[in-house]
Nanobody, 125 residues
């Protein structure tokens, strides 16, 4: 699976961005999809994940819960991250990932096999 993330940019605090991650390959729907982010000098951290196939289960970091929404469109092989009420601390490079982690490991970036190249999100205060 090859992943291509896009949609990042510069936004003012309180604004919104929608990230997209397009996947190649016919097995997209069978992967758990995740979004992670990494700010300079910090560890890569979990943002959100969505279960395979219908995406009925979604998981969020506490820091983004209620502000971010992850979704997937299997017909378009794409996963989205809608980010609202952005804060300066949300600024980072955002990565999409695909894998098959067990539920207890869904927030661990090392459990994901495929990664996109990252897209920069900058939030001005």
């Amino acid at each position: 699976v090859q992943l291509q993330a896009y949609g990042g940019g510069l936004v003012q605090a309180g604004g919104s961005l929608r990230l997209s991650c397009a996947a190649s390959g016919q097995t997209f729907s069978g992967y758990i999809m995740g979004w992670f982010r990494q700010a300079p000098g910090k560890e890569r951290e979990f943002v959100a994940a969505i279960s395979r196939y219908g995406g009925s289960s979604r998981y969020y970091a506490d820091s983004v819960k209620g502000r971010f929404t992850i979704s997937r469109d299997n017909a378009k092989n794409t996963v989205f991250l809608q980010m609202n009420s952005l804060k300066p601390e949300d600024a980072a490079v955002y990565y999409c990932a695909a894998g098959s982690p067990v539920l207890s490991a869904i927030r661990q970036w090392r459990m994901y096999r495929y990664w996109g190249q990252g897209t920069q999100v900058t939030v001005s205060s």
